[in-house]
T-cell receptor, first 114, second 111 residues
Framework: NAGVMQNPRHLVRRRGQEARLRCSPM?????VYWYRQLPEEGLKFMVY????????ESGMPKERFSAEFPKEGPSILRIQQVVRGDSAAYFC????????????FGPGTRLLVL | QKEVEQNSGPLSVPEGAIASLNCTYS??????FFWYRQYSGKSPELIMF????GDKEDGRFTAQLNKASQYVSLLIRDSQPSDSATYLC???????????FGTGTSLTVIP
């Protein structure tokens, strides 16, 4: 009865490197959401995906950030050429279709950019 | 103006008291409202959701929604030290499935 899984749980990168964050939704969930939480701030929506489709990426920076949810495998949030300001907790959530009340969060990936 | 606003606190209540957490939202067309609890260093966990005006009760928790005032609140009765956490208000806008979150209210229940 696995919930939403994210890995790695902690990721350290130097400026200019790439960060890849993975999210496996709950069994039976077909919708994935990515949020970012900066220290002392609330969760900010980044992107909403269904299998092989980006539904809404209005919260994701236009440069350096990309997301995918392939037909097979986890959803990936990719950050290229990381900067210190990217240091944050990145949470993935999944839901059963568009049932928001079923939106459950994974444990998060803490990204630290040195 | 932020989409969702909460008093950041900290809010301190004695054990056994009622804790009242408040949230306002800017988009009058918002339809669904959620309260999440987040312990330090952990992920948010859903406590309650409410769609209709009025009160919704679940155990020690009561969510209250007033769409005319664009206001949603969470009451925690018989507060316990284990309730000490940050409480996040989340609102689903009229279009889209994502949430807009407030910055959270930090609650401390004093034994």
């Amino acid at each position: 009865n696995a919930g939403v899984m994210q890995n790695p749980r902690h990721l350290v990168r130097r400026r200019g490197q790439e960060a890849r964050l993975r999210c496996s939704p709950m069994k039976g969930h077909s919708h994935v959401y990515w949020y970012r939480q900066l220290p002392e701030e609330g969760l900010k929506f980044m992107v909403y995906l269904q299998k092989e489709n980006i539904i809404d990426e209005s919260g994701m920076p236009k440069e350096r950030f990309s997301a995918e949810f392939p037909k097979e495998g986890p959803s990936i949030l990719r950050i290229q050429q990381v900067v210190r300001g990217d240091s944050a907790a990145y949470f993935c959530a999944s839901s059963f279709f568009d049932r928001q009340e079923t939106q459950y969060f994974g444990p998060g990936t803490r990204l630290l950019v040195l | 103006q932020k989409e969702v606003e909460q008093n950041s606190g900290p809010l301190s209540v004695p054990e056994g008291a009622i804790a009242s957490l408040n949230c306002t939202y800017s988009d009058r067309g918002s339809q669904s409202f959620f309260w999440y609890r987040q312990y330090s260093g952990k992920s948010p966990e859903l406590i309650m959701f409410i769609y209709s005006n009025g009160d919704k009760e679940d155990g020690r928790f009561t969510a209250q929604l007033n769409k005319a005032s664009q206001y949603v609140s969470l009451l925690i009765r018989d507060s316990q030290p284990s309730d000490s956490a940050t409480y996040l208000c989340a609102v689903n806008p009229p279009t889209g499935n994502q949430f807009y979150f407030g910055t959270g209210t930090s609650l401390t229940v004093i034994p």
